[in-house]
């Protein structure tokens, strides 16, 4: 039996994992399948963004630590020991999280764009307590998103951190009322599939890929992308749409 549902929703991408007895752990089998998901996902052209979810009552608690001996054999593997952390997709990623998002399903949220949490949500790095060390990304991504000092406070005390104050925090992007996650990650996923596709993904790249390089270089990899979005004509037939007085209010005109 599968352990996740995927579903379209036009350009979107939903990926939902459905192990609800173990609060969506992650065990061997559902890692291979979140890596064929996402797979899937980079690999379709017409799919523009995907969104991870857990459903209603749990994101996820990491790692099923009943299938240890089986998520090690991941430890070392390019993709990462919960399927697809390690990997790099092309375009735009959202969690919509409810319940626990905690352990490796925090590193999960963290491989995630963007992350959209109901009022129900709490996070935190609850490994600490089993000595199970964070091998999904969390000691590289957590400290990028909420800086060094607040990761060290959640990596080192593994305490359990509430929607309101991982808010206040940076971790998660939005808060909303109970059972509205994966809906708002929905419309925000449409409105940015709604935007010049190949602009938006040049310059997620190049905020990625030039995050740890010396300033110099970020800038000379910001122009080589950006002139690629150029030379591909995005750039010129956004210009004329301009010219033309289109786009007022907001409103994407390619």
């Known amino acids: 039996m599968a352990s996740l549902r995927t579903w379209r929703e036009g350009p979107v991408f939903i990926v939902e994992i459905q192990r609800p007895p173990v609060r969506n752990a992650i065990d061997r089998k559902t890692a291979l399948e979140l890596r064929e998901a996402w797979n899937t996902f980079s690999a379709d052209p017409d799919l523009q963004v995907g969104i991870l979810t857990g459903g209603d ?78 091998i999904d990304g969390g000691t590289q991504r957590l400290p990028r998103i909420i800086g060094m000092g607040r990761a060290l406070d959640l990596i080192l005390t593994g305490r359990r951190v509430p929607a ?58 910001e122009a080589f992308l950006g002139g690629q979005v150029m030379a591909s004509g995005e750039t010129q037939k956004g210009a004329q749409a301009f010219r033309e007085g289109k786009g007022r209010g907001g409103q994407p005109v390619v």
């Not at 054999?73 to 790099?88: C, I, N, S, V, Y």
């Not at 992350?115 to 709490?122: N, P, Q, S």
């Not at 109970?178 to 596709?197: D, M, V, Y």
Request: aromatic share 6%; hydrophobic share 45%; proline share 6%.
């Open 57 to 134: 009552e749990a994101f996820s608690a990491g790692a099923d630590l009943k299938d240890v001996e089986n998520l090690v054999k991941g430890l070392h593997e390019e993709e990462g020991p919960l399927g697809f952390t390690r990997m790099w997709v092309p375009k735009p990623t959202l969690a919509a999280i409810a319940g626990p998002c905690v352990a490796g399903g925090l590193e999960m949220a963290l491989w995630c764009d963007l992350r959209i949490a109901d009022e129900t949500a709490y996070f935190g790095c609850l490994e600490r307590r089993f000595g199970v060390p964070l």
């Open 164 to 221: 309101g104050e991982a808010l206040a925090m940076g971790l998660i992007t939005e808060l909303v009322p109970k059972g509205k996650h994966l809906e708002r990650a929905l419309a925000i996923a449409k409105a940015l599939t709604a935007f010049p596709q190949l602009c938006l993904r040049k310059d997620r790249e190049a905020l990625y890929r030039g995050l740890t390089l010396p300033l110099e270089e970020g800038l000379a990899l």
